[in-house]
């Protein structure tokens, strides 16, 4: 594994977002108009709901931290299209470029774009809403790293699915969040669920996170080690991913789909 | 005694489905040398090229570059070669300085900005440093690609229809680039091109591929000769012809 190698991914990218006020844009643009809307509807719903609950930290909170995991997983996803809108396959992979340093690479972009989404959102929330994330202080940080950490794993599998189901397939790819999100119980405990549903949640780390926050904010009990279960879980489907899009470049290597990706097809 | 090849191939094939693109291909290419691939389009030219830059797996058959086995090592074989070809621009929205850094940090160029600096003055591109590759003419992205395929100073250099779209001047310019930078770093060169005049000028042998299959091997000098041919571009006439006589599409 040679570092320089993957820091020239993420190099490329960093060279098209310095260039592109469209690239750089969308990066808070979207997750600010999201905080703004929830900022209000909390707002709205502290004034008619009953007194002693405060929605921020609970609407506000989970709609900052899914948009957290929605953006690590697009900067990964926008970074790997960046390659097939350029058709620049044939040029990367006849390179030294392992498939590692690549995935690291893109890794590596999406680390730096989602910081700024979530900067742009912490600013926000706590500035205009009063969201008072910073007052669980380090603590928060483990529930950052699963989301982070299924991020990643969700980006890897998506880059996988596009590079086997051909350019057309980014329309997937974007929905992918909005899919899992009745799963994880962002906005509703896991509880509200049906029984396979729960069975569902239960293998998707974000879950573990959002019943962790709801706890945390309700101020009821929780078992701090369920957030590990939630940890090894997204550990796992980083490697998973990273094994599903490793036989994908095998297979578009060995069908010639890699030399002709614009095809869609080589069938 | 006989050098060791800097690319050998054996036994060669690539089967899509029902289709042999390529058939037992053999062939090696010497330190220094500069082999012709030649043939009607859908021979196999590409195919060919595809598999020796590991981006197309092989159905049967090796490959090794400078001693490594392609399938075993890639990423080692590939870190001695490089290529430019005329259906794989670089990456538009960067720059040509932009461009070159992020390849030559991909090739683990050593002292790379003074690498760019040299190449960039080769082919003529220091007023383009900083022009998205985009928006250069073909010739000059050609140039750019060419610069490209040479950052690492690759032990083999492929080359697929490299002067395709450059005007006569500096396209023998580039043949001449190649030959010297060939004969100085006793590199191998894979070189495709239907502009037989060029592959007379610049390749010390040539191969004729048709159906995915090596036809005839030599001297692109004295090879016409050889088969009743007035030249290359006559034989190479032939050759397609046969191609077509037996079914299948140019």
């Not at chain 1, 690590?72 to 620049?88: H, I, K, P």
């Not at chain 1, 926000?124 to 982070?148: E, K, R, W």
């Not at chain 2, 003055?121 to 992205?141: I, Y």
Request: aromatic share 10%.
């Amino acid at each position: 594994m040679k570092v320089r190698r993957a820091g020239a991914v993420a190099l490329r990218q960093f060279y098209l977002y310095s260039g592109s006020p469209t690239r750089v844009v969308p990066l808070f643009v979207w997750v600010a108009i999201d905080i703004v809307l929830w900022g209000f509807i909390t707002r709205y719903l502290n004034r008619i709901a009953s007194p002693g609950f405060n929605f921020v930290p609970a609407l506000l909170g989970a709609v900052l931290l899914w948009d957290f995991l929605t953006r690590v997983m697009q900067g990964v996803s926008t970074a790997f299209l960046e390659d097939v809108w350029s058709r620049n396959f044939l040029n990367l992979f006849a390179t030294p470029l392992t498939i590692f340093e690549y995935i690291l690479g893109l890794v590596t972009t999406s680390i730096a774009t989602s910081l700024v989404g979530l900067a742009t959102m912490l600013c926000l929330a706590t500035l205009v809403f009063g969201l008072s994330f910073f007052a669980y202080g380090a603590a928060i940080l483990p529930f950052l790293l699963v989301l982070f950490l299924s991020g990643i794993a969700l980006g890897i599998a998506a880059t996988g699915m596009m590079l086997r189901l051909g350019p057309a397939s980014e329309w997937f790819v974007w929905p992918l969040p909005a899919m899992l999100s009745p799963f994880v119980g962002v906005f509703y405990p896991i509880s509200t669920l049906p029984l396979w549903m729960q069975w569902v949640s239960r293998l998707l780390p974000p879950s573990y996170v959002f019943e962790g926050i709801r706890a945390i904010v309700h101020g009821t009990t929780w078992n701090p080690g369920t957030l590990a279960i939630g940890f090894f879980l997204s550990a796992a489907y980083i490697a998973a991913a990273g094994l599903f899009f490793r036989h994908v470049f095998r297979v578009a290597v060995d069908t010639g789909l890699l030399a002709r990706y614009s095809a869609e097809s080589t069938t | 005694m006989p050098q060791e090849p800097l690319l050998s191939v054996s036994n060669l094939s690539k089967v899509y489905r029902h289709t042999v693109a390529v058939d037992g291909v053999s062939f090696a290419v010497p330190p220094g040398e500069i082999v012709g691939l030649l043939g009607p389009n859908g021979a196999g030219k590409t195919t060919t090229v595809n598999m020796i830059l590991g981006v197309l797996e092989p159905s049967s058959g090796s490959i090794v570059i400078d001693g490594i086995d392609l399938q075993q090592r890639r990423s080692a074989a590939l870190s001695c070669t490089n290529f430019a070809a005329v259906y794989a621009a670089l990456p538009g929205n960067l720059t040509v300085e932009q461009n070159l850094r992020v390849f030559g940090m991909l090739y683990q160029v050593p002292s790379l900005a003074d690498r760019i600096d040299q190449l960039l003055a080769q082919f003529e591109l220091e007023r383009f440093r900083g022009t998205r590759s985009g928006v250069l003419s073909s010739g000059e992205q050609t140039r750019l690609s060419l610069a490209k395929a040479l950052l690492n100073t690759p032990k083999l250099l492929l080359l697929d229809e490299p002067t395709a779209s450059i005007d006569p001047a500096i396209a023998r310019t580039i043949r001449a680039t190649i030959r010297s930078f060939a004969r100085e770093n006793q590199s191998a060169v894979l070189w495709t091109s239907h502009n037989m005049y060029e592959v007379e000028e610049v390749c010390h042998r040539v191969f004729f591929l048709s159906h995915g299959r090596i036809l005839l091997e030599g001297d692109p000098k004295s090879l016409p000769g050889q088969h009743g041919a007035a030249n290359l571009e006559d034989l190479f006439v032939q050759v397609a012809n046969e191609q077509l006589h037996n079914g299948v599409k140019p």
